[in-house]
């Protein structure tokens, strides 16, 4: 079993900026790729980013690019999402989720295993 667990979520201001953290446990060898979704009230879960461990491959959603950085951290396994230039349309419960055998997707279904999810709020 692999273990994520998501943090750095909070209150900010339109314009402002958060940096979420997620922390890979368990029976993690650094392998596949790791995604962030969001899933707002109401609203179906979408996809934001993804980050493969070993080669460091990227991808965004249109909504979030030139605003939205994924990052990782090999050695301390934690992939970190940094959000600048936030909006009240990026509010939502946050998601790391991970599939040690795919190389990315931007599909839920692409990963098999999830965090508990932190919540952002963007207040305008």
Not at 93 to 102: K, L
């Amino acid at each position: 079993q692999v273990q994520l667990v998501e943090s750095g979520g909070g209150l900010v201001q339109a314009g402002g900026s958060l940096r979420l953290s997620c922390a890979a446990s368990g029976r993690f060898f650094g392998t596949g790729a790791v995604g962030w979704f969001r899933q707002a009230p109401g609203k179906e879960r979408e996809f934001v980013s993804f980050i493969t461990w070993r080669g460091g491959s990227t991808a965004y959603a249109d909504s979030v690019k030139g605003r939205f950085t994924i990052s990782r951290d090999n050695a301390k396994n934690m992939v970190y999402l940094q959000m600048n230039s936030l909006k009240p349309e990026d509010t939502a419960v946050y998601y790391c989720a991970t599939n040690p055998r795919t190389y990315g997707g931007t599909y839920s279904s692409n990963y098999n295993y999830w965090g508990q999810g932190t919540q952002v709020t963007v207040s305008s």
